[in-house]
Nanobody, 126 residues
C-alpha cells in the first residue's frame, strides 16, 4: 500500500499562490491514480483535482478550474497541486489520496481511494 505525505500548505493572502506536494513511498505509485481533496472548516470533504497514473488525464472541480493545476513526476513519486489566484474560500485542509488504477482512469470519489495522507492546512486571508 502506498503511503502519502502532503506538504506545502501555509498562510497566503488572497490572490496569491501555493504549491502542494504529495510524496509517496512504495513501488506501486506509478500505477496509482491520485486525487486531491479538501475539507473546509465545518464542511464535508470535497474533491479538488485528479490525475491518472501516467499523468495524461486530469479532472478538476468547477470551483478550481483555471486556477489549480495537478501534475505528477513518477520519477520522484510525487504529485503536485499548483494553486493560483487563491481565494478565502479555498481555505481548507488538503489531502491527497491514491488508488491502483488502469491507464488513463481517474476518480473523484473518496470511497475509491485506499491510501490517504495526513493533510496539510491552507489558509487564505482576505
Amino acid at each position: 500500500q502506498v503511503q502519502l505525505v502532503e506538504s506545502g500548505g501555509g498562510l497566503v493572502q488572497a490572490g496569491g499562490s501555493l504549491r502542494l506536494s504529495c510524496a509517496a513511498s512504495g513501488r506501486t505509485f506509478s500505477t496509482a491514480a491520485v486525487s486531491w481533496f479538501r475539507q473546509p472548516p465545518g464542511k464535508e470533504r470535497e474533491f479538488v483535482a485528479a490525475i491518472s497514473r501516467g499523468g495524461g488525464t486530469t479532472n478538476y472541480a468547477d470551483s478550481v478550474k483555471g486556477r489549480f493545476t495537478i501534475s505528477r513526476d513518477n520519477t520522484k513519486n510525487t504529485v503536485y497541486l499548483q494553486m493560483n489566484t487563491l481565494k478565502p474560500e479555498d481555505t481548507a485542509v488538503y489531502y491527497c489520496a491514491a488508488t491502483p488504477a488502469i491507464p488513463n482512469s481517474i476518480s473523484t470519489r473518496e470511497a475509491d481511494f485506499r491510501s490517504w495522507g495526513q493533510g496539510t492546512q491552507v489558509t487564505v486571508s482576505s
